[in-house]
């Protein structure tokens, strides 16, 4: 009953059911008296098998009509097992009642299923004896109206249908980890615009060129959920997901492009108007970003590769990295441009960092230091590696 109205719903194509016993008709022959009757087994479920059809009998033609002609032969109930003839001795029928008990039970089980319900004050319940089904849903349909139905359907099923003390109450409903998966993205969203913008703008001094960095977030992943959509990958959440995941990556050409913007303002001053420095520095950063982009995308060429279980897992992670990679990009060159010539319409100048100034003194000095003495650097490097081996494989 169950299964059927659930493959009602639009989209559901098929139930898998597990656990529970599994009813049918059982017919406990008694050796001896099938010796008795000269009749083996073979006859037996022969016999049961052909008393147990339907059958066609063509049509009968009245006036301008045909009707067709159908012989129901279904077995309905035990009595029907019961009155079967298996065969006539000297005119007189013998019947499966006359050799077995027919009756209903369960069939052998192969398996169980059970389930633990942990309750808010702690206590768990083992129910050890539970009946469980997935609906499956049609490849390529919209999940989020198939969840709809089958809702619809376990309310309808719970008030109206199943008997008293009877009720179907979802076990893992991907309704869940479809608000789960929503929440996390936009948590990362939200996450990573925000420590993107504070983090530029303590390295640059400059709220609106952190601004203009962090948009590459929301681009890139609106730009990776649309292709990966019009390329018919159906995980719209794991999409979405991995896409949010992944905010560094489409990051790199940004910082490259704003970074490269500021030190260009900074060398030229006012010198130039907003827009020719906007097109200059976009011919400046473009190779090398484009470069940088399609090395990282090579990088998962391998992926691209996989087929059957494994390709199915992670060839849509490869394609959304790629698709938010393209993103940025296309965002890089083309949009962050304009949105410099709005947002500095006057220029910009280069704001010195005192931290990453004191940085950068620190760290020329160690390295004039590291090139003149480079044989004992090298040295102290080939001897970090040889003790990371040694602790790696030596025990």
Same mark, same amino acid.
């Given at each position: 009953?169950?299964?059927?109205?659930?493959?009602?719903?639009?989209?559901?194509?098929?139930?898998?059911?597990?656990?529970?016993?599994?009813?049918?008709?059982?017919?406990?022959?008694?050796?001896?008296?099938?010796?008795?009757?000269?009749?083996?087994?073979?006859?037996?479920?022969?016999?049961?098998?052909?008393?147990?059809?339907?059958?066609?009998?063509?049509?009968?033609?009245?006036?301008?009509?045909?009707?067709?002609?159908?012989?129901?032969?279904?077995?309905?109930?035990?009595?029907?097992?019961?009155?079967?003839?298996?065969?006539?001795?000297?005119?007189?029928?013998?019947?499966?009642?006359?050799?077995?008990?027919?009756?209903?039970?369960?069939?052998?089980?192969?398996?169980?299923?059970?389930?633990?319900?942990?309750?808010?004050?702690?206590?768990?319940?083992?129910? +050890?004896?539970? *009946?469980? %089904?997935? @609906?499956?849903? /049609?490849? &390529?349909?919209?999940?989020?109206?198939? !969840?709809?139905?089958?809702?619809?359907?376990?309310?309808?099923?719970?008030?109206?249908?199943?008997?008293?003390?009877?009720?179907?109450?979802?076990?893992?409903?991907?309704s869940d980890l479809v608000k789960f998966t929503t929440d996390t993205v936009l948590h990362n969203l939200r996450d990573g615009i925000i420590l993107v913008?504070?983090?530029?703008?303590?390295?640059?001094?400059?709220?609106?060129?952190?601004?203009?960095?962090?948009?590459?977030?929301?681009?890139?992943?609106?730009?990776?959920?649309?292709?990966?959509?019009?390329?018919?990958?159906?995980? +719209?959440?794991? *999409?979405? %997901?991995? @896409?949010?995941? /992944?905010? &560094?990556?489409?990051?790199?050409?940004? !910082?490259?492009?704003?970074?490269?913007?500021?030190?260009?303002?900074?060398?030229?001053?006012?010198?130039?108007?907003?827009?020719?420095?906007?097109?200059?520095?976009?011919?400046?950063?473009?190779?090398?970003?484009?470069?940088?982009?399609?090395?990282?995308?090579?990088?998962?060429?391998?992926?691209?590769?996989?087929?059957?279980?494994?390709?199915?897992?992670?060839?849509?992670?490869?394609?959304?990295?790629?698709?938010?990679?393209?993103?940025?990009?296309?965002?890089?060159?083309?949009?962050?441009?304009?949105?410099?010539?709005?947002?500095?319409?006057?220029?910009?100048?280069?704001?010195?960092?005192?931290?990453?100034?004191?940085?950068?003194?620190?760290?020329?000095?160690?390295?004039?230091?590291?090139?003149?003495?480079?044989?004992?650097?090298?040295?102290?490097?080939?001897?970090?590696?040889?003790?990371?081996?040694?602790?790696?494989?030596?025990?």
């Open positions: 009953m169950i299964e059927k109205n659930l493959k009602a719903v639009p989209n559901i194509v098929d139930v898998a059911s597990f656990g529970g016993p599994t009813r049918e008709y059982q017919v406990r022959v008694d050796p001896e008296k099938l010796i008795s009757y000269g009749l083996s087994i073979g006859q037996v479920e022969q016999q049961l098998t052909s008393n147990n059809a339907n059958s066609g009998g063509s049509f009968v033609e009245a006036g301008l009509q045909q009707i067709n002609i159908q012989e129901v032969g279904l077995v309905k109930n035990v009595q029907d097992i019961a009155n079967t003839v298996i065969t006539a001795k000297n005119g007189t029928p013998i019947r499966v009642k006359d050799i077995a008990v027919i009756s209903q039970g369960p069939k052998i089980r192969l398996g169980q299923f059970s389930k633990a319900i942990r309750r808010e004050d702690g206590k768990v319940i083992d129910n +050890e004896d539970v *009946v469980s %089904g997935i @609906a499956l849903l /049609r490849k &390529g349909a919209d999940a989020d109206l198939a !969840l709809q139905g089958i809702h619809q359907k376990v309310k309808e099923l719970n008030e109206t249908i199943l008997p008293a003390g009877v009720k179907v109450v979802p076990l893992i409903d991907r913008v504070i983090i530029l703008f303590l390295f640059l001094g400059n709220i609106r060129g952190a601004i203009i960095v962090a948009l590459t977030i929301p681009f890139a992943l609106l730009f990776a959920a649309f292709l990966s959509k019009s390329e018919g990958d159906s995980r +719209e959440p794991a *999409v979405a %997901g991995r @896409a949010g995941f /992944r905010h &560094g990556r489409p990051m790199g050409p940004w !910082l490259w492009s704003r970074t490269s913007s500021a030190i260009w303002a900074g060398a030229t001053g006012m010198a130039k108007r907003p827009s020719s420095r906007s097109s200059n520095l976009r011919h400046e950063v473009q190779r090398p970003v484009f470069y940088a982009i399609a090395i990282i995308i090579t990088a998962y060429l391998p992926i691209f590769t996989l087929q059957r279980v494994e390709g199915r897992l992670f060839k849509p992670m490869a394609w959304t990295v790629a698709f938010a990679l393209l993103g940025a990009i296309i965002f890089s060159i083309v949009i962050v441009p304009a949105l410099s010539s709005i947002f500095y319409p006057r220029g910009t100048k280069e704001w010195h960092n005192p931290v990453m100034v004191w940085l950068t003194a620190r760290y020329r000095r160690a390295l004039r230091v590291a090139i003149r003495m480079r044989v004992l650097t090298v040295a102290g490097g080939l001897a970090s590696l040889a003790l990371v081996l040694y602790l790696w494989f030596g025990e």
